[in-house]
């Protein structure tokens, strides 16, 4: 498969446009799965995957060849994913009052989907509580928790996707690994 | 309750990465035999990555690759020169260079209207005329630029005239060579013969030197 990946990576840099029309349907649903799973919502994570291939055909010269594809496709999905939940995340401290109340801080303003009460939770199936549980883990053992169990990459590959010393990734699995027990746990 | 090594834990994560040693694992198994807590926590790490990893794949929107398709830029055109640069960034930059130089050289030919001439302490200039009196010697190269010279004396070396006519009396002599430039092509070749001179001692010295 990789062969022929790398082929029709050549003719998309010869200039035939269609050739990556295959790419695109052989990794969709990988790199789909990996911004639902980062983002935790459909309509964002089609636009962020739809714009990695975009971005991916735009800047397909400087992939090196002698690299697999899927890492580079990977990290520009990841990337993107990272920059949208960045920008979401609000420029305020929660623990700051709320101005014109008294003692009333931004922890009472969160949304209702940040964190669900206990019985909502116990009554979610559970393909939706694992999604719940993935998106309340923090953001640097987020993806590599998508990466190591929804996407099954190894760690090696893991480490290359996100630029980042195997020993660093290996410590994160085991602690997003902890965390992930402890929410179930503690449900 | 006595206090389990905080290895083990590290072992239990081992395992499950499927890069534990066979020796760690006999320690991990040992352990968890005498050890309700660390099975219990085992239990559960393990029941949390079964969970997540067998949760159901999801399936990106139908009209995906479609709406990829859509979104794409027109394809570049860059089997023309930007391409072949980009290929061949050495080849660009002396194709560059030669440009430049070649450039300066035709400015140079096409700028340098101005009359302007070796200066010799025994020749007479009238108007853009150099002259050369019957009777004086001139010592050394001549070179005279837009303008005429007029030989009727002696001249003990090369003359060149570039744009311009060269005159020479019945009584003219020159011991070295003598060339008048008119074009482009002879203006580039002059040049380099001086390059070349410069660089290379000529071997006409050579000789002189021999005799």
Known sequence: MDELI???VKEVLNGNQDAFEEIVIHFQHRLYQVCYRMLNNAAEAEDIAQEAFVRAYVNLETFDQKRKFSTWLYRIATNLCIDRIRKKKPDYYL???????????????????QRLPEEEVEKMEMKD???????????????IIILRYMEDLQLQEIADILEMPLGTVKTRVHRGREALRQQMGSM | MEKCPKHVVHYMHAFLDGEISSEEEKILTKHLESCEDCKALMEELEQTETLFENVATVQAPSGFTNNVMARLPQPIKQKGPKKWLRQHPMMAAAALFLILMSASFFSSFENEQQFSFTK?????????????????????DLVVKNGDLRIEGEVDGDVTVIRGSKYMASTAVITGSSEEIDEVFDWLWYKIKSVAKEVIPSSKDDKSNNE
């Open chain 1, 6 to 8: 790398t082929k029709r």
């Open chain 1, 95 to 113: 623990d700051a009052q709320v101005p014109g109340t008294e003692g009333l801080d931004m922890y009472s303003q969160i949304a209702a989907d």
């Open chain 2, 120 to 140: 010799q302490p025994n020749i007479i200039v009238e108007g853009e005329t150099v002259i050369v009196p019957a009777g004086e010697v001139v010592k050394g």
């Open chain 1, 129 to 143: 509580r694992i999604q719940y549980e993935v998106s309340r883990l923090p953001d640097k053992y987020r993806t």
